[in-house]
Nanobody, 122 residues
Framework: VQLQASGGGLVQAGGSLRLSCAAS????????MGWFRQSPGKEREFVAA????????TYAASVKGRFTISRDNGEITVYLQMNSLGLEDTGIYYC????????????????WGQGTLVTVSS
C-alpha cells in the first residue's frame, strides 16, 4: 500500500489548510485512515481518524471543533480540513491505514505516508 499525503504549506495563525492523502495498492475490506502529526521536539501524536466502512470519526481533543476528517468514497482518499490554525498545529502530518480497531493507537497502523509539513506563522 502506498500513501501519498499532500496539501501542507505555510499559513498564518487563524488560517486554514486542507490536507489530502491518497492510497493505492492493496485494498482492504474494512480499515481506518488516520492523521497523525509530529511537532518540533515532540513525539508523533494522533490527530484524527475515520472508519471507512462506517464513516465514524475520531478526533484528538486539541483539534476537535477545528479540524474535520472526511473521505472520498470514489477513491481511497482522506482529507483533513484544518481551520483556525494555531502555532501549536505546526508539524509534519502523516496519514496512515490500520485495520478496524481503536483509531488512536499508532501501533495498529500498518502503512504510513511520507508526511506533509504544515507551518503556522504568527
Amino acid at each position: 500500500v502506498q500513501l501519498q499525503a499532500s496539501g501542507g504549506g505555510l499559513v498564518q495563525a487563524g488560517g486554514s489548510l486542507r490536507l489530502s492523502c491518497a492510497a493505492s495498492g492493496r485494498t482492504f475490506s474494512d480499515y481506518i485512515m488516520g492523521w497523525f502529526r509530529q511537532s518540533p521536539g515532540k513525539e508523533r501524536e494522533f490527530v484524527a481518524a475515520i472508519s471507512w466502512s462506517t464513516g465514524t470519526t475520531t478526533y484528538a481533543a486539541s483539534v476537535k471543533g477545528r479540524f474535520t476528517i472526511s473521505r472520498d468514497n470514489g477513491e481511497i482518499t482522506v482529507y483533513l480540513q484544518m481551520n483556525s490554525l494555531g502555532l501549536e498545529d505546526t508539524g509534519i502530518y502523516y496519514c496512515a491505514i490500520a485495520p478496524e480497531g481503536v483509531p488512536t493507537i499508532q501501533a495498529l497502523y500498518s502503512y504510513w505516508g511520507q508526511g506533509t509539513l504544515v507551518t503556522v506563522s504568527s
